[in-house]
């Protein structure tokens, strides 16, 4: 047998018991009906986890009117979708019009007409169907967008780990890094999640560096040096400009994640908070996982000794607030490094010559030879 849908709920809020009767004598067949006689009872059933689908409504009530409880509703963002139709004795044009100015989407006069009542609640209620079917199909597309574009950031972000022979899961790592230091420091889930995803694309300048000096022997050249300091601009210039926030915040990591709080950075030396906050925040968990993490050419660095780095750097590289949000999120940080440890640790022999050739020249993130190039043996 196919399942019912279960009865949709109307409310029905009158001072008076004997209007509430007939209304709810009047629509008890076809809908599940609640009541409410004052404007305190009605607003917290509507602010319920089971709010109604629709709402009858008295204006003349002792305590809160109904046009002051329909002006609470519809300032609510959660709950101003709900049709409200003022069933009300006040039945001049001048009253009308008030009510449906204040948001209501009907305006019924007492005494009622039962098939009007029915009438006018069906069609409300279709009407609302297909407003919550519409939007559900807006958020579902936007979602699917939004999915779209949060994956094209992810895989051209592993185009430039790629690039530069990064290994495993550098950048789910420290996009994961980057999202829960945001939240330790105060900012919102919504934020922390636009970090996250955006995160991915912070070295994607890379792919613009040639390969004879991103993978050069030995040391750089001064000129060298100032080709390899633009991947953040052509990290920020294949971005490019967007009205988008995700786009928009992908290139402002792209471009500033290698600023220094003490503005001996680049490309811009931007100082303290001038650099943005989400390129202070992916600098400080692009660095944590580089320290942390183990390579076939090199041991990773205990958590302690990086975090006596960061202690060091504090005001130097880093912003010294995030240095006391990447503490506060640490727990959590060192359980997405375990969920997410890579699982192949040993490159192909092509890939650890590159490597090793790469490590013994200056890192051009600037972490110190002691930490960055510490070797270990196949």
């Given at each position: 047998?196919?399942?019912?849908?279960p009865?949709q709920?109307?409310l029905?809020v009158?001072?008076?018991?004997?209007n509430i009767d007939?209304?709810s004598?009047?629509?008890?067949?076809d809908?599940?009906?609640?009541v409410?006689?004052?404007?305190?009872?009605a607003?917290?059933?509507v602010?319920?986890?089971?709010p109604?689908?629709?709402?009858?409504?008295?204006?003349?009530?002792?305590?809160?009117?109904?046009?002051?409880?329909?002006?609470r509703?519809?300032a609510?963002?959660?709950?101003?979708r709900i049709?409200i139709i003022?069933?009300?004795?006040?039945?001049s044009?001048?009253?009308?019009?008030?009510?449906l100015?204040?948001?209501?989407?009907?305006?019924?006069?007492?005494p009622i007409?039962?098939?009007?009542?029915r009438?006018?609640v069906r069609?409300?209620?279709?009407?609302?169907?297909?407003?919550r079917?519409?939007?559900?199909?807006?958020?579902?597309?936007?979602?699917?967008?939004?999915?779209?574009?949060?994956?094209?950031?992810?895989r051209?972000g592993?185009a430039?780990?790629?690039?530069?022979?990064?290994?495993?899961?550098?950048?789910?790592?420290?996009?994961?890094?980057a999202?829960?230091?945001?939240l330790?420091?105060?900012?919102?889930?919504?934020?922390?999640?636009?970090?996250?995803n955006t995160?991915?694309?912070?070295d994607?300048?890379?792919?613009?560096?040639?390969?004879a000096?991103?993978?050069?022997?030995?040391?750089?050249?001064?000129a060298?040096?100032?080709?390899?300091h633009?991947?953040?601009i052509?990290?920020?210039e294949?971005?490019?400009?967007?009205?988008?926030?995700l786009?928009?915040?992908?290139r402002?990591i792209?471009?500033t994640?290698?600023?220094?709080?003490?503005?001996?950075?680049?490309?811009?030396?931007?100082?303290?908070?001038?650099?943005?906050?989400?390129?202070?925040?992916?600098?400080?968990?692009d660095?944590f996982d580089?320290?942390v993490?183990v390579?076939?050419?090199?041991?990773?660095?205990?958590?302690?000794?990086?975090l006596?780095y960061?202690?060091?750097?504090?005001?130097?590289?880093?912003?010294?607030?995030?240095?006391?949000a990447?503490?506060?999120?640490l727990?959590?940080i060192?359980?997405?490094?375990?969920i997410?440890?890579?699982?192949?640790?040993?490159?192909t022999?092509?890939?650890?010559?590159?490597?090793?050739?790469?490590?013994h020249?200056?890192?051009?993130?600037?972490?110190?030879?002691n930490?960055?190039?510490?070797?270990t043996?196949?």
């Amino acid at each position: 047998m196919p399942t019912l849908l279960p009865k949709q709920c109307i409310l029905v809020v009158d001072d008076s018991p004997e209007n509430i009767d007939l209304l709810s004598e009047v629509l008890r067949d076809d809908y599940r009906v609640r009541v409410a006689t004052s404007g305190e009872k009605a607003l917290k059933i509507v602010y319920s986890d089971e709010p109604p689908d629709l709402i009858l409504l008295d204006i003349m009530m002792p305590g809160l009117s109904g046009l002051e409880i329909c002006r609470r509703l519809k300032a609510n963002p959660d709950r101003r979708r709900i049709p409200i139709i003022f069933v009300t004795a006040m039945s001049s044009t001048e009253d009308e019009q008030r009510g449906l100015e204040t948001g209501a989407v009907d305006y019924i006069t007492k005494p009622i007409s039962p098939p009007i009542v029915r009438a006018r609640v069906r069609t409300h209620l279709a009407l609302y169907d297909q407003s919550r079917e519409l939007e559900h199909m807006v958020r579902q597309r936007t979602f699917e967008l939004l999915n779209t574009r949060q994956q094209i950031i992810r895989r051209l972000g592993r185009a430039a780990e790629f690039k530069d022979n990064e290994t495993g899961n550098h950048v789910l790592r420290m996009s994961h890094y980057a999202r829960l230091i945001a939240l330790a420091h105060g900012l919102g889930e919504e934020a922390a999640d636009i970090i996250f995803n955006t995160a991915p694309m912070h070295d994607i300048g890379k792919i613009g560096i040639p390969d004879a000096i991103l993978l050069k022997p030995g040391k750089l050249d001064a000129a060298e040096w100032d080709v390899m300091h633009r991947h953040p601009i052509m990290g920020a210039e294949i971005i490019g400009k967007h009205d988008n926030e995700l786009l928009e915040t992908a290139r402002i990591i792209a471009l500033t994640h290698h600023e220094k709080w003490d503005g001996s950075g680049y490309p811009k030396g931007l100082k303290g908070e001038a650099i943005p906050l989400e390129g202070r925040i992916v600098a400080i968990a692009d660095v944590f996982d580089a320290l942390v993490s183990v390579r076939p050419y090199k041991a990773a660095v205990p958590v302690d000794t990086a975090l006596q780095y960061f202690d060091e750097q504090a005001g130097r590289h880093f912003d010294p607030s995030l240095i006391v949000a990447l503490k506060k999120a640490l727990p959590e940080i060192l359980r997405i490094k375990e969920i997410y440890a890579d699982e192949n640790g040993a490159l192909t022999d092509l890939e650890f010559q590159i490597k090793e050739i790469y490590d013994h020249k200056d890192d051009p993130t600037g972490y110190p030879a002691n930490i960055s190039s510490t070797e270990t043996s196949e």
